[in-house]
């Protein structure tokens, strides 16, 4: 343990530090095989968009869930349901008003995407407030199956027929049931860049990167620079949720984490915290379920299946539940290895033996390696199911986790409670930065005070 | 006195619970939309006697599965996300051996143990069914019921036994890897794809008021099957020591094996009856809708989660009975609501019942 918090304690910059040094790793990674296997140019931006935009996503849910579990002690396995209310609600606010002969079987409300974005914040956080009205009062188990019932409430909701289309103020609108929504609002980036008037010079900027990608490079540059939008919303929920978590609302939340009886004895009323912290989670984890839709043109309820809430859990679990650095780097490290990375990896393998012709099932696969000891075809059924294969290895490193190290990277370390730093050495920086008197002195009478417990460090 | 007495204790149960008065009296006012409708003609008698007949197929097979899940909550302390899974493996590899046993000769072993993945083999064209193929049939229900055991045994020893002292989130936590794992496996080596398992069996028409309700074969195998294992478990846990040992651990797990019982071995037990309900379950469920999928278990596991808690958990009586209402539930809701969310209907109900009464039904009745 001592090790680990060595580790973020050298590192320079600290936490911020440790996070852009495994980002950084991350990204030489992928892109050292790409060069290996020789990739084009164009090939390999895209690769670092992709894990950036799934980087981005995992490490803003992974916070979310961290402020519900990590501060609160809120068992929540609903996620997907939060996420998939936020998007079904933008996009219904944010959809173009229905025209007969379009595209689009339903419409909505034609209301601009931010309106959309908060409403379905609003959305998310409302259906948080419905779920922990009656299920905050019981334990923990019981908040879990109601929160995973919930989620599929939601998803066959969305996939019912009667929610199709509806009448709304006069318009044809819907949920749009199986077979999905598209989502024929304004390009999110675009909208972004015209409401601040810079849409002129992103797109001279676009052309200028002609000169690295020859052909068409806009996907390019929107892939890219949609990852470092992503980017800049984690180290907003992350300072969101550092100075909520340092609050004295965030104080009463680990409280109710350690003991909900002592915070309660303390004259909080611990259910009304539960409740402000659960609403926020949700509409934090709302918004992570928009961004990561909002750019992918359609959206179907089967896409919300109880894996993706699984698939925060174990980015939370990896990072380590109560901290938020640690959330981001279980974020960062789920997408790269876990999730991208057997992706990637059958890419890969694709690239390298393109001829290669898969079984189409088990049977095919496993009957040359019974009979003649050729092995070949169950490898190529083995890369080609990857993704079904992937969620088997999740789960064994869950429970590899849970086995070995339920406290992740760095997870439960020991905040400190105080809003003003308490230790000899933070003390002594502030006091040089500082300079009053008053400052020096208590800094004095801190370090006296915490000189027997320093002197291991 | 007494006029008084009554009224006072109503006033003050209308004055602590509010919320099971309001139950109630959404229930009254839906039974009462139902018997204007059989009164009116809106809704057929028969139509509400099929639906009866169906929710309490379902609820035996929910009550079943729940058994072992009510068991290991109890005594384990955690509620096992693998469970559902646990009702898949057991229904493919009994379906394996069904396939095995009614199509040997007719078809390569490969495409039959693989229970037809890919379209190879279809259930339906090897007659597979209760009247059919009896000696099939029966062999997968045991193999069902063996192999879920030797899955459970096997999955405790290796991942859960270890981690035995932790909180009841960890063991959650943990059940949930394994679940996941489980799963895809199966859908690795079963394939994704939803396959027909039986041939339509026979059914007879029971005259119900004003049209037929259709009972068929495979609904009384069940009835018999559910019912049989139900009354053994009720048996096993009332008549043997095996029953007060559990109770006991359920109870307080230290103060039980300072008493000297093999706490270890009751966990074994556990899983033994458990696993092997789980098994017979999940076949039971394939052979009464016909068709199977990698999917099945988990997708049955939230209406068993629903049906332990709402029955209370550890009473076994409780998850039979809660099994019943939440397939009753399921089946009868589409009288007044939209299918789609039938689903949906059984877990507000849950949800209710967690608000109304946590403890479940059955409460403080700790197995059996």
């Known amino acids: 343990m001592s090790v680990r918090e060595d580790l973020a304690d050298r590192m320079p910059g600290g936490d911020a530090g440790l996070i852009v040094a495994v980002l950084l790793v991350t990204y030489a990674a992928y892109v050292l095989v790409g060069v290996g296997l020789g990739y084009s140019l164009r090939g390999q931006l895209n690769t670092i968009a992709v ?14 869930l961290n402020l519900h579990w990590g501060y609160t002690g809120l068992f929540n ?78 998803r066959f909701s969305f996939l019912s027929s009667d929610l199709q289309q509806f009448q709304m103020f006069g318009n044809r609108v819907g949920f749009g049931g199986g077979s999905g929504l598209i989502l024929d609002f304004t390009d999110p980036l675009q909208a972004l860049f015209q409401s601040v008037g810079l849409w002129g010079a992103y797109l001279g900027f ?21 990852g470092l939008f992503l980017l800049l919303f984690v180290a907003a929920y992350y300072w969101l949720l550092k100075r909520t978590g340092e609050s004295p609302f965030g104080r009463v939340l680990k409280a109710i984490r350690e003991d909900e009886d002592v915070a309660n004895s303390l004259g909080k009323d611990t259910n009304q915290f539960k409740i402000k912290s659960f609403m926020l989670g949700c509409a934090l984890m709302g918004l992570a379920g928009i961004f990561w839709l909002m750019t992918q043109g359609a959206v179907t309820p089967n896409f919300f299946r109880p894996r993706v809430t699984f698939f925060v859990w174990i980015a939370l679990i990896i990072g380590g539940a109560g901290s938020n650095t640690g959330s981001v780097l279980g974020g960062a490290v789920f997408a790269a290895v876990l999730y991208q990375g057997p992706r990637y990896f059958k890419n890969l393998v694709d690239t390298v033996l393109p001829a290669a012709d898969a079984p189409s099932s088990f049977g095919p696969a496993i009957a040359p390696l019974i009979s003649n000891l050729n092995p070949a075809p169950m490898f190529f059924y083995t890369v080609d199911s990857i993704r079904q294969l992937q969620l088997v290895v999740m789960g064994l490193v869950l429970i590899w986790l849970m086995h070995n190290r339920p406290e992740g990277m760095l997870g439960h370390r020991k905040e400190t409670a105080a809003g003003i730093p308490l230790t000899a050495a933070h003390a002594r920086a502030a006091a040089t930065d ?5 400052n020096a002195a208590n800094d004095a009478a801190d370090d006296a005070a915490t000189a027997g417990g320093d002197s291991d460090e | 006195m ?36 059989l009164a009116t003609g809106r809704t057929a008698f028969s139509e509400v006697g099929s639906l009866l007949w169906d929710g309490l197929m379902r609820g035996l097979v929910i009550g079943l599965a729940g058994i072992g899940l009510s068991m290991t909550y109890s005594i384990l302390n955690f509620a096992n996300f693998a469970h559902g899974d646990y009702i898949t493996a057991g229904a493919f590899s009994g379906w394996a051996t069904t396939y095995l046993f009614a199509g040997l000769g007719r078809a390569d072993i490969g495409s039959l143990l693989l229970v037809g993945a890919g379209g190879s083999v279809f259930g339906g064209a090897l007659g597979i069914g209760i009247t059919g193929t009896p000696f099939a049939v029966i062999a997968g229900l045991v193999v069902a019921g063996v192999f879920a055991i030797a899955l459970s045994l096997a999955v405790d020893r290796v991942i859960f036994r270890p981690i035995r002292d932790q909180d009841g989130i960890t063991l959650l936590i943990t059940s949930i890897g394994v679940a996941f794992a489980l799963r895809y496996m199966m859908q690795f080596v079963f394939g994704s794809d939803v396959r027909g398992t039986t041939a339509q069996p026979p059914s007879l028409s029971l005259y119900f008021v004003d049209g037929a309700i259709r009972i068929n074969m495979h609904d009384l195998t069940l009835v018999v099957v559910a019912g049989g294992l139900m009354l053994g478990v009720h048996l096993l846990l009332q008549r043997t020591k095996l029953g007060k040992a559990m109770r006991a651990m359920a109870d307080n797990e230290d103060l039980a094996r300072v008493t000297g019982i093999p706490t270890e071995r009751v966990v074994r037990s556990v899983w033994i009856i458990g696993g092997g309900l789980t098994g017979v379950a999940g076949y039971m469920f394939v052979l009464w809708k016909g068709t199977l999928g990698f999917n099945d278990g988990w997708l049955l596991l939230l209406l068993i989660f629903a049906a332990v808690i709402l029955g209370g958990i550890g009473s076994i009586y409780g998850a039979i009975a809660g099994g019943l209402v939440i397939g009753l539930t399921a089946s009868l809701s589409v009288l007044w609501i939209p299918s789609a969310f039938a689903r949906a209907a059984a877990f507000v109900v849950m949800i209710l019942i967690l608000l109304v009464k946590p403890s479940g039904l059955f409460s403080g009745r700790a197995t059996a």
Do not use: C, H, W
């Open chain 2, 2 to 37: 007494g006029i008084a007495e009554t009224y006072s204790r109503g006033r003050r149960f209308a004055v602590d619970r509010p919320g099971a008065i309001l139950l109630v009296l959404v229930a009254v006012l839906l039974f009462g939309d139902l018997l204007v409708g």
């Open chain 1, 51 to 64: 894990l950036t935009f799934y980087i981005g996503v995992f490490a803003m849910l992974a916070l979310a």
């Open chain 1, 206 to 226: 676009v052309d200028a990167f002609k000169a690295i990608v020859p052909t068409n490079p806009k996907p390019v540059v929107d892939g890219l620079v949609y």
């Open chain 1, 77 to 154: 396995i609903g996620i997907v349901g939060f996420m998939a209310v936020g998007v079904y609600v933008m996009a219904l606010f944010t959809k173009p008003i229905y025209t007969p002969g379009g595209a689009a079987q339903v419409g909505g409300l034609g209301l601009p995407l931010i309106v959309g974005i908060v409403a379905g914040m609003a959305a998310a956080a409302l259906l948080g407030l419905v779920v922990a009205l009656p299920a905050l009062r019981l334990r923990a188990d019981y908040l879990a199956i109601v929160t995973i019932a919930m989620s599929e409430i939601v």
């Open chain 1, 434 to 438: 500082g300079g009053t008197a008053k």
